[in-house]
């Protein structure tokens, strides 16, 4: 049971490329979840979904797109990618939030490093 | 809005020893969940134990048990018996049911490092 995972797990761009994560989960969660992680700031959330077709903006949405035509994967695109936007970024997937106790499942992370 | 606090940005304890890592919480949602997640240098976000605002007793798994004091809004982690692999970071998190967008929102964390 693969559970979430996220590719790639490094990446180097310069200034002003484009790129897509790719998430992908096996556990028919309706909820998906992009975080980033900088020191010293915790995890903060970029953008969610709530199901497939459907996005929403987090705490920290700009400079990043993202989509989720299928249910088992959420994609993170930066267009023109910035050095602020050199971080981790974690994907994580949940059941729906009709329950508080339901934790949320983790990708591996990715190194996202802007030159 | 709701927001986490975690105070300690960095712990040391001797190992074998218990030692208690600490959150705050605010929030105006009726009902919520408090999480506690590891995340060791390998990078990977460990789940470890989970309570919920209604529950009348504090959680507890294995040697990690959660400290909840809601009149005072507090969900400290306590680990009892301290490894020398449980040095890593350690974040709270809450999850709110109610008013807020219900997403899990973490704190700044706190770097536990346990000496031989």
């Known amino acids: 049971n693969a559970g979430v995972t996220q590719t790639p797990k490094f990446r180097v761009l310069k200034t002003g490329q484009s790129m897509t994560l790719l998430c992908a989960q096996d556990m028919n969660h309706e909820y998906m979840y992009w975080y980033r992680q900088d020191p010293g700031m915790g995890l903060r959330l970029i953008h969610y979904?709530?199901?497939?077709?459907?996005?929403a903006k987090g705490e920290v949405p700009d400079g990043y797109n993202v989509s989720r035509l299928k249910k088992q994967n959420f994609l993170l695109g930066l267009e023109s990618a910035a050095p602020s936007q050199t971080s981790v970024y974690f994907c994580?997937?949940?059941?729906?939030?009709?329950?508080?106790?339901?934790?949320?499942?983790f990708g591996s992370g990715t190194q996202l490093s802007v030159l | 809005a709701q927001k986490i606090t975690q105070t300690q940005p960095g712990m040391f304890v001797q190992e074998k020893e218990a030692v208690t890592l600490d959150c705050t919480y605010d929030t105006s949602d009726p009902s919520y969940g408090l999480f506690w997640y590891k995340q060791p240098s390998s990078g990977e976000m460990i789940f470890l134990i989970y309570?919920?605002?209604?529950?009348?007793q504090n959680a507890t798994e294995g040697r990690y048990s959660l400290n909840f004091q809601k009149a005072r809004k507090s969900a400290n982690l306590v680990i009892s018996a301290s490894q020398l692999g449980d040095s890593a970071m350690y974040f709270c998190a809450m999850r709110g049911y109610g008013g807020s967008q219900g997403n899990l929102i973490f704190g700044k964390g706190t770097k536990l490092s346990v000496k031989p």
């Open positions: 309570q919920g605002s209604y529950d009348q």
């Open positions: 994580a997937s949940s059941y729906p939030r009709g329950r508080t106790n339901e934790k949320l499942f």
């Open positions: 979904s709530v199901g497939e077709g459907t996005t």
